[in-house]
């Protein structure tokens, strides 16, 4: 079996991955859907100019209506155009057999292109990214008992003869019942699922509870498109609070969908739950690694920065600041990286109250740097510089690549204290 440490590195590299492919599909794959569909659409618009020029001109509803004098031996077409002719606010056009015709192939090739396939593919994509956090809850329970094999409720324990026959060893058997009790958990809601990690784990997932609301309705709403076609029901409304049933204008009857924004908050929401259950069944269950963990959190929270997905910054740093580090240095970088993406978002009085919460005085020059270019004091930037750079506290690729130095990059003044400090040559990036 491998160690704790690694178990738990693997499941949530796993987990970020997939819900990358689905953050890729829904940036990449699903616009060129929606061109698609629009491109489909417009096609089928513009035939029907070319065969009803009249169109272009006529608001409201059309009804086709064939000629008259084509139609006289037709005993249904008096009825027919009556009742054309009744309908209150409907524009009535007369068109030969042969474009009726030409009109009707034209809505049969509408038909065969499907022009709904953005719909359609996001669709997938929820159902697909809500599986990917099940997994994920799946490992994480199989993770607990591979490590405390002795803490499975005594009724998941009991085996038939059966069944103890079946099993290659006393290994096999411990698998075997691990896995029908994660069985029965992923059986339950997405509520019930949670509650076994406070109630049966003991894992405290009070940090998770800004996401629940949001993460209830997104299950909520897989569960509708896949059994209800996405009509929604009472279940749905009483499930989800008034406030986002507001949100989306869901009523009872309608159909919801699922859209490309729709689909990018729910792949947010999915993203910091896995991330911070993973972080908090870590740390309660193996503190000894407690230190390996608080990397993690860190290489997620720059990565963000990298990607200049602030917002989500900001929503990692919020689930995390319950957490206790065990290394103070990596406390410090985590709130140096909420501070970068608060002030790229524009919020200084959040940014401060954000720094406020750890004392700098005593920190080392690297975080007295970040903290002047932070706050855009530019001369303590330039006087703190050289000092940082030759206690090796400060090295070029933080320099070059760290988004908390994105504003001072863009000055000639910088560039030149680089060419100064490091010469043509280029610094080796250190590991973590």
Not at 321 to 335: E, P, V
Request: with cysteine.
């Amino acid at each position: 079996m491998s160690e704790p440490p690694q178990m738990f590195k693997s499941v949530l590299g796993t987990f970020i991955g997939n819900v990358q492919a689905i953050r890729v599909f829904n940036e990449q794959i699903g616009r060129v859907a929606d061109e698609h569909d629009r491109t489909v659409m417009q096609q089928f618009v513009d035939r029907l100019h070319d065969l009803l020029p009249e169109m272009k001109d006529i608001e409201g509803s059309v009804v086709f209506v064939p000629k008259t004098d084509e139609i006289e031996d037709d005993d249904t077409a008096g009825a027919d155009t009556q009742a054309a002719e009744e309908s209150v606010g409907e524009t009535r056009l007369a068109v030969d057999p042969e474009t009726l015709r030409s009109v009707m192939k034209a809505m049969s090739s509408l038909g065969k292109r499907a022009p709904g396939q953005g719909p359609l593919l996001r669709r997938g994509a929820l159902t697909a990214l809500t599986s990917f956090l099940e997994v994920l809850i799946s490992d994480l329970i199989q993770i607990y008992y591979s490590m405390y094999p002795a803490a499975l409720p005594a009724d998941t324990r009991k085996l038939s003869l059966a069944e103890l026959r079946e099993q290659g060893s006393i290994e096999d058997a411990v698998k075997y019942l691990v896995s029908r009790e994660v069985d029965g958990v992923l059986y339950e809601g997405l509520d019930d699922q949670l509650n076994y990690f406070s109630k049966q784990l003991k894992v405290n997932l009070g940090p998770l509870e800004g996401e629940r609301e949001a993460l209830v309705e997104v299950f909520q709403r897989r569960n509708l498109l896949i059994h209800n076609d996405g009509v929604v029901n009472r279940h749905y409304m009483s499930k989800v609070t008034p406030e986002l049933i507001e949100k989306y204008q869901a009523e009872l009857g309608t159909t919801i969908v699922v859209t490309e924004n729709y689909l990018t908050a729910a792949i947010d929401s999915i993203y910091v739950t896995g991330l911070a259950l993973v972080q908090l069944c870590w740390r309660h269950w193996h503190k000894a690694s407690t230190e390996q963990a608080d990397s993690v959190v860190n290489d997620r929270l720059y990565q963000t920065l990298l990607d200049d997905r602030f917002d989500l910054t900001c929503r990692m740093a919020d689930r995390f600041k319950g957490i206790r580090f065990a290394n103070d240095d990596l406390a410090r970088r985590a709130t140096i990286n909420h501070a970068i993406a608060l002030k790229e978002l524009e919020r200084p009085e959040e940014m401060e109250a954000v720094l406020s919460r750890k004392d700098w005085s005593a920190c080392g020059l690297g975080f007295k740097i970040a903290l002047a270019a932070l706050k855009n004091e530019e001369e303590s930037f330039y006087e703190l510089l050289p000092r940082a750079v030759v206690a090796k506290e400060l090295l070029q690729w933080h320099l070059e690549e760290w988004p908390l130095f994105a504003h001072q990059r863009s000055t000639e003044r910088f560039s030149e204290a680089i060419a100064g400090h490091f010469g043509d040559g280029r610094a080796g990036r250190a590991d973590g």
